[in-house]
């Protein structure tokens, strides 16, 4: 077992063009589930929905950082109605979409820009480590399809919807 320390990022490190943040968006959700061409590719009962996205200087540390926030997040409610419950505390399931527009940048012109967001073959190896990652974990991960064009269909639940970025450097 080894322990990873995460310092947070200078802002030198972003001017040197080296922002390590991998996003995502986290739903708390009683029901959701993935389809591509009409069939139903994924699907879980109560847990999260996780819509993943890999930025171009992402790395290994920033999956690990990732998964280990992602399994130990608090929110889910105890008996006192209490956010102190993780997924793995409830025995949730976990539904990962691959969603690159999560990079998308609209600060200029009328159509967002994705520069910032991993050629495929890069996210696609991240994104498949981060599901991995998951399971090593013990937990029940349904995944949609990388690259497909998919619809989502989900119970938000609270609602609690959370941004998560990784937000390491080297």
């Given at each position: 077992?080894?322990?990873?320390?995460?310092?947070?990022?200078?802002?030198?490190?972003?001017?040197r063009?080296?922002a390590?943040?991998?996003?995502?968006?986290?739903?708390?959700?009683?029901?959701?589930?993935?389809?591509?061409?009409?069939?139903?590719?994924?699907?879980?009962?109560?847990?999260?929905?996780?819509?993943?996205?890999?930025?171009?200087?992402?790395?290994?540390?920033?999956?690990?950082?990732?998964?280990?926030?992602?399994?130990?997040?608090?929110?889910?409610?105890?008996?006192?109605?209490?956010?102190?419950?993780?997924?793995?505390?409830?025995g949730?399931?976990?539904?990962?979409?691959?969603?690159f527009?999560?990079?998308?940048?609209?600060?200029k012109?009328?159509?967002p820009?994705f520069?910032?967001a991993?050629?495929?073959?890069?996210?696609?190896?991240?994104?498949?480590k981060?599901?991995?990652?998951?399971?090593a974990?013990?937990?029940?991960?349904?995944?949609g399809t990388?690259?497909?064009?998919?619809?989502?269909?989900?119970?938000?639940?609270?609602?609690v919807t959370l941004?998560?970025?990784?937000?390491?450097?080297?």
């Amino acid at each position: 077992m080894y322990i990873v320390i995460y310092k947070p990022c200078q802002p030198a490190c972003h001017t040197r063009g080296r922002a390590h943040t991998m996003r995502a968006v986290l739903q708390r959700v009683t029901q959701a589930s993935v389809s591509v061409a009409g069939a139903t590719i994924g699907k879980i009962n109560a847990g999260l929905l996780v819509l993943l996205g890999v930025g171009q200087q992402d790395t290994a540390d920033d999956v690990a950082y990732m998964v280990t926030k992602t399994v130990n997040l608090r929110v889910f409610e105890d008996a006192a109605g209490l956010m102190n419950l993780s997924i793995r505390d409830t025995g949730g399931q976990v539904l990962v979409v691959s969603q690159f527009t999560l990079y998308g940048d609209c600060r200029k012109g009328r159509r967002p820009s994705f520069s910032r967001a991993a050629g495929p073959d890069h996210a696609r190896k991240l994104y498949d480590k981060y599901i991995e990652g998951l399971r090593a974990a013990g937990l029940t991960v349904a995944s949609g399809t990388f690259q497909a064009t998919m619809e989502i269909a989900l119970v938000n639940s609270g609602p609690v919807t959370l941004l998560l970025d990784s937000g390491t450097c080297i």
